[in-house]
């Protein structure tokens, strides 16, 4: 206990632990929020026109503060997607924070218009995820190695909130291997409907 501790180093650190799991513990809750909360139906007056560009090109200063030894690089074309904002923005993030843990030191994010509509990949060079776990990585809780997830934090929720936000959006979100062999991971938003038809 506090008490029993002799020198302020001992007092130091147990103090820093506490805070440490109290930070865990704030974050997990977080996380449950924001998952039970998209877990809800689209409502199409939040739906607002987002400007890919501008997103992607902030991801980079978001996440300097996790991992300055990472370079993140983009490649984006000028694109606008029908989204709830604050939903593609937590989407986005929650890819680029997970690729920026895993990277040995490169992440790329790339936008770009398909036939099907707007596609946003984010990879890393990191060790990627076998075949066989891909689809599971985007289910709650799952997390690939305990060891390694412990050491660099996360709550297993982060994915699974991607593909919640996804299908809100009538998208998806697809993983596989990137060009270094780390994870791949790719959001693919609709063609809204009006713009089909045109």
């Known amino acids: 206990s506090l008490q029993k501790m002799e020198t302020s180093e001992e007092k130091d650190a147990l103090v820093s632990r506490i805070n440490r799991s109290l930070k865990e513990l704030n974050d997990l809750v977080d996380e449950l929020l924001a998952f039970v909360r998209v877990g809800g139906n689209l409502d199409a007056t939040e739906l607002e ?11 980079p200063d978001a996440v300097m503060e996790l ?4 370079v993140v690089e983009i490649q984006c074309d000028p694109l606008k997607v029908l989204a709830i904002p604050r939903y593609f923005k937590r989407a986005l993030m929650n890819l680029v924070t997970n ?3 895993h990277a040995q030191g490169q992440v790329w994010i790339e936008g770009s218009n398909g036939r099907d509509g707007v596609q946003v ?5 990191g060790p990627g995820i076998s075949a066989d776990l891909r689809e599971k990585v985007l289910e709650p809780f799952f997390r690939v190695d305990e060891s390694r997830n ?8 982060g994915l699974a909130i991607v593909q919640r936000i996804m299908k ?4 998806r979100v697809e993983v596989g291997e990137g ?3 780390g994870a791949r991971f790719v959001l693919s938003f609709p063609i809204p409907e009006t713009d089909a038809q045109l």
């Open 150 to 157: 412990a050491r660099i934090g996360g709550t297993g929720l």
């Open 67 to 70: 991992r300055e030894d990472v």
């Open 121 to 125: 990949a984010v990879e890393d060079d």
């Open 99 to 101: 690729a920026v843990r």
């Open 179 to 181: 060009r270094a062999g």
């Open 49 to 59: 026109e987002v400007d890919v560009v501008a997103e992607l090109r902030e991801m």
């Open 168 to 171: 809100l959006h009538g998208g």
